[in-house]
């Protein structure tokens, strides 16, 4: 059975979608830990040693898991002015005459809101997307890779 070699020292923690790599992390020790453990009850009438390795492993595995739980579920003032402005945009459309505009996102925007009063008609306009505002030379390198 192949191990992940990520024992030791936390991985260091960096500004690039961390917690994204944190849950992949813990979801992999989640499912080591839980193989460790089956395998240790499973073997633990046969061979007594080797279970108690594999429950050692498995508890070792939770309070790894504990432990990040605990790191990143508070994110503390410095971690929040470490996470990347992104732009976001908010996309409005009338549906009495299909005028689309789109506008940078404001706080309380959310799909299907009714936002502002149409410039074209009557109608208001609704919102219908909130995208990242795209970047074209992140898309080009995107492009590129694949
Ligand atoms: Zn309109």
Redesign the pocket.
Known sequence: MKTNSQGGSPPPVTSINASRVNLVIIVIIGILSLASLYLGFKSFTEDQITAYIYILIGALGFAAIGYMLFRGGRPSSQTKQDIPQVDILTTLE??????RRVREFKKGDYIFKNDEA??????N?IISRIHKKKDPEKEKKQNFIE
């Open positions: 009338c549906p009495k005459c299909n005028l149409c410039t074209r008609c009557d109608g306009m």
